[in-house]
């Protein structure tokens, strides 16, 4: 499915970009308070947002030149928090093969969600590390993906993608990759967003420069989702 793209000419504040990893646990401490029972809801992050446009000088606050149009473009067809887009930041939008790898995404697999690669699982998720510790989920892909096994680049006709999901079918008989394999990729990404509310404060005229209005927009909050 395609959505809106806010693209990366449309740059934020960097003094105000705040960005965090999101996690659902829940958290029960027993009577005693002596111990708890948790449970993480999500085994992998989504990702939390709230930036500002820097000032920007327009003659017409929907001048098509304007960034703050673009970004109220990108709003408008999102319909708000009803609709999902794409962001391509500029900050966080590349994954190298170092920093790569794959899960087996098939649900029966007893190696399913790791890097293990069984030699009979045909599907796996697209993945980034996280300080070296942990996995980010990578579904958007922006363009076409490089995909290795065993640091070998396959031919695009060796696999389709899904949401983030390769599907191998190579070799003679066309299948997965050999049991032990090391699995890796490298592209450029989206995050798929939600804006936090149907409406934001901060957007306003701060002034003028050689007699041009200067823009801005603050507190702008949205958030990461999976398909």
Do not use: H
């Amino acid at each position: 499915m395609s959505y809106p793209v806010l693209n990366s000419s449309v740059q934020w504040d960097i003094d105000s970009y705040k960005k965090t990893p999101v996690f659902n646990s829940s958290v029960q401490p027993n009577v005693a308070r002596r111990g708890v029972a948790a449970v993480s809801m999500m085994p992998f992050p989504a990702w939390d947002f709230n930036v500002s446009l820097p000032p920007t000088s327009s003659s017409s606050l929907l001048s098509t030149s304007s960034i703050v149009s673009q970004f109220l473009g990108t709003f408008g067809a999102a319909q708000g928090q009803g609709g999902l887009w794409w962001w391509n930041d500029a900050t966080d939008y590349q994954v190298t093969t170092a920093v790569s790898g794959m899960l087996d995404a098939v649900s029966t697999s007893a190696n399913y969600m790791t890097t293990t690669v069984n030699g009979t699982s045909t599907q796996f998720q697209l993945v980034r590390t996280l300080g070296g510790l942990s996995w980010d989920v990578i579904q958007n892909l922006n363009g076409s993906p490089n995909i290795y096994v065993n640091g070998d680049l396959l031919s695009s006709g060796d696999y389709t993608i899904s949401n983030g999901v390769v599907t191998f079918a190579y070799g003679s008989p066309a299948g997965g990759p050999p049991e032990g394999a090391t699995l890796t990729w490298s592209g450029n990404f989206y995050f798929l967003c939600r804006f936090g509310a149907d409406s934001f404060e901060g957007l306003s005229m701060i002034g003028s420069q050689n007699g041009v209005p200067v823009w801005t927009c603050d507190s702008i909050k949205f958030g990461s989702e999976f398909i």
